[in-house]
């Protein structure tokens, strides 16, 4: 009985260990937006190794009734981004191409999440 005990226990260990011990995916490479910032001047803002499969909200652009969309997004990751003209990565939304070109001015973005091809 205490065998099965300690066997259990060691497994359980084992487990939480190998969770824990887990690296969080992430997309490798860089992503590059644009945004008028409170003093009227264009600013380059880009995010390394973004979070993968998670909706990053653009904290320049989070809030509809007081900041304009980021703008020209660049995605230069190894994997999609899907851009969104919401907050939580709602509204309309577009795909960009691993490693792809810049986009124009005129996409705008308030959230992006990032997908493997």
Partial sequence: ??????????????????TLATPASAATG???YRF????????WVTLHD???GECIT?????????????FAPHNDTDEYAMVFTEPDCSGDS????????????????????FLRP
């Avoid at 226990?9 to 939480?16: E, F």
């Avoid at 320049?60 to 009734?65: I, L």
């Avoid at 577009?94 to 999440?113: F, Q």
């Fill in 1 to 18: 009985m205490r065998l099965r005990h300690s066997v259990a226990a060691v497994c359980g260990a084992l487990a939480l260990t190998t």
């Fill in 30 to 32: 860089d992503f590059s």
């Fill in 36 to 43: 008028v910032g409170i003093s009227g001047d264009q600013q």
């Fill in 50 to 52: 973004p979070a993968s």
């Fill in 58 to 70: 653009i904290p320049e652009a989070a809030d509809p009734g007081a900041s304009e969309p980021a």
């Fill in 94 to 113: 577009w795909t960009l191409r691993p490693h792809g070109r810049p986009a124009s001015d005129r996409l705008k973005l308030r959230s992006v999440v």
